[in-house]
């Protein structure tokens, strides 16, 4: 049943180290978002694809990258997590000219 | 940037009793979308409106589209402890491309006493 999917739910690194986070949907839906959500906040917009078509916000840093090989996945890859960057990264999906945004149940960053 | 200001930031209430939340904008939003998060959990999709005037309910939850087109309130009625939680509003960014992600309100933190 479970529509729009990430893994892991939790996951702990090491400041420095790459971490690779995993959406999956099963919505066909041809925009995939990534949010940032730090404690007590509201989610934070950090990048999109329409299909194949990578856009990214102004402010977020390079650090954080996107992929998206398929319609049904798209990973956000840290590419060097600071301590700044532990935070829950929710995945959402939409249709392209639809307002309904559909999340995750988010990953769970922690950085030591 | 389009802002939404959303109150109250928490409420403290007993169980059975109704619940009301609002969130104001600056500009016009097409449409206003509810969601509730719960601890550890991603946003749930409550409520969309997408008419000013609009009026529509999902269970005990009402929620209404402002006729300016730049507020919208949620109402819960007879609150009962799974209602705890984070409430949000919503609103769609748009570029030439499409939808482009969504403005946020701060988040109405919903806490039942028994």
């Known amino acids: 049943d479970a529509m729009v999917i990430q893994n892991p739910r939790y996951q702990v690194t090491q400041f420095g180290k790459p971490v690779t986070l995993s959406c999956s949907q099963t919505l066909n839906h041809n925009v995939m978002y990534w949010y940032q959500q730090k404690s007590s906040q509201a989610p934070k917009l950090l990048f999109h694809y329409y299909d194949k078509d990578f856009n990214n916000e102004a402010d977020t840093p390079d650090n954080f990258q996107s992929r998206r090989p398929n319609t049904s996945f798209c990973f956000l890859d840290i590419r060097s997590p600071g301590l700044g960057d532990a935070a829950m990264y929710l995945c959402a999906t939409g249709g392209r000219f639809t307002d309904t945004q559909y999340f995750g149940p988010g990953t769970r960053l922690t950085v030591l | 940037g389009q802002q939404l200001n959303q109150s109250p930031q928490s409420m403290f209430i007993q169980e059975g009793e109704d619940v009301s939340m609002n969130c104001t904008s600056s500009?016009?939003?097409?449409?206003w979308l509810w969601y509730k998060q719960d601890p550890g959990e991603g946003p749930v999709l409550l409520i969309a409106l997408y008419k000013a005037g609009e009026l529509t309910s999902n269970g005990r939850l009402t929620a209404q589209f402002g006729i300016t087109r730049k507020d919208s309130f949620l109402n819960i009625s007879a609150s009962i402890p799974s209602d705890v939680g984070i409430y949000f509003c919503?609103?769609?960014?748009?570029?030439?491309?499409?939808?482009?992600?969504?403005?946020f309100g701060k988040g109405t933190h919903l806490i039942i006493q028994p």
């Open positions: 919503a609103g769609p960014r748009y570029s030439g491309g499409g939808a482009d992600g969504l403005t």
């Open positions: 500009s016009i939003f097409n449409t």
